[in-house]
């Protein structure tokens, strides 16, 4: 495996140049992932040409793509979100779906796009990975907008990873990947069960001592545990983020107490130091920029399908208009149309198999950084104004 030191050097150079931007006196604060973002394609290989994504450097990539699907799993508050928050999420999703579908069947039929399924996946997604962070440096994470953000969120990208980790699964008889993820799904209810329910005292004893010593087993438990599922989802060709999503609420739930926050706090610290600062380095490192400017047809696509983000996604809200103000509605539908690391491997997926034009591919992935750039400053903006 390739390793260059270099590339290291700069991503982790960026990595804390990124947090003090947003603390220059600006009129808006840019959320730290999406400058980490910008700077990723400025020190790509069509701007400064500092990196280019190298084997290791994609392993880390993917680590970090992973390890962010799993702290969102392990921020969901399943006893905030409960009730309205998560039942409207579920009906909104739903809509999304059925909008997306109708969106994508016109495009397809006037030669637009080439796969009406991955396209309407792809447009239904909300990057809940990204806007947690978000959500969480501007204090609004634990209010009741930030648990309806949550909530949308949640289901913006359970519902995308099932469906398209359905639509991956390389055996063409549709039954083998419904039991695969049956299978999965199984596993990994046994998994949580064992793990909330089967409490020895002497192993939770030993747990504890450990939580601050160099062993920092409670750590590596949870690790382990993550590690599991992510091995079952690869085996079972599902999506590696559906068993890191799943193993992030396993932990979750089985870290309720004073121990396990300080654990959830070592993981975060792993997570948001680390592994995810490169994924969203590399992210911007690997937007094809060049292509995307040398095709007029790939660029007029961008404001198409970042209209159509804000559509399917944004117009659902209108069922929380009981719980939420008008600028609040604006708000919730400019954060559930944000979107990205889905958008990526949905795109991979679709150009792999043939079913997804490179040109939509590359403006879905376009669209989708503009949408972590444009909404959630819109939304920051409006928020700062109250």
């Known amino acids: 495996m390739e390793f260059d030191t270099t590339s290291f050097l700069i991503i982790f150079m960026i990595a804390l140049i990124a947090p003090l931007i947003p603390e220059l006196p600006l009129k808006l604060r840019f959320p730290t992932v999406i400058i980490e973002i910008v700077l990723g394609v400025i020190v790509g290989p069509y701007v400064l040409k500092l990196i280019t994504l190298q084997e290791g450097l994609i392993f880390f990539q993917t680590f970090g793509l992973t390890f962010l699907f799993f702290l969102a799993g392990l ?41 009406t399924p991955f396209v309407a996946i792809a447009l239904c997604t909300t990057a809940m990975g990204v806007l947690i962070p978000i959500l969480k440096d501007t204090g ?20 995308p990873i099932i469906s398209i980790s359905l639509l991956s699964s390389t ?62 989802a690869y085996q079972f060709k599902l ?27 070592k993981l975060e610290a792993i997570g948001f130091s680390f592994f995810i600062p490169i994924f969203f380095v590399s992210t911007g490192i690997n937007f094809d920029l060049g292509s995307l400017l040398e095709s007029t047809n ?58 997804m034009l490179t040109d939509n591919a590359t403006a879905l992935v376009g669209a989708a950084m503009c949408s972590m750039i444009i909404f959630p400053l819109l939304a920051l903006s409006m928020s700062q104004k109250k």
């Open 239 to 265: 999506d590696l983020v559906l068993g890191a999503f799943a193993a992030g609420m396993i932990v979750n739930l089985a870290t309720r107490n004073e121990v396990g926050k300080l654990v959830r706090y």
């Open 140 to 159: 609004r994470l634990e209010t009741q907008f930030g648990k309806f953000v949550v909530g949308a969120g949640l289901t913006g990208e359970f519902f």
């Open 75 to 115: 921020e969901i508050n399943f006893n905030q979100i409960q009730g309205r928050p998560i039942n409207l999420a579920i009906r909104g999703w739903f809509l999304s779906f059925i909008i997306a579908i109708l969106v994508a069947s016109f495009l397809h039929l006037i030669g637009f796009i080439r796969s």
């Open 171 to 232: 055996n063409h008889e549709q039954a083998v990947p419904a039991i695969l993820l049956l299978i999965f799904t199984l596993i990994t209810i046994s998994i949580g069960l064992v793990a909330i329910y089967y409490r020895p005292p002497r192993f939770l004893e030993i747990l504890s001592t450990h939580i601050n010593s160099s062993s920092q087993l409670p750590v590596r438990l949870c690790l382990l545990i993550m590690m599991i599922l992510i091995h079952f």
């Open 298 to 355: 790939t660029l007029l696509r961008i404001p198409v399908f970042l209209f159509l983000f804000l559509l399917v996604r944004g117009i659902p809200v209108f069922i929380y208009r009981h719980q939420l103000s008008k600028p609040e509605l604006i708000e919730l539908a400019l954060f559930s149309s944000t979107g990205l690391p889905l958008v990526v491997a949905i795109t991979h997926i679709g150009v792999e198999t043939g079913q």
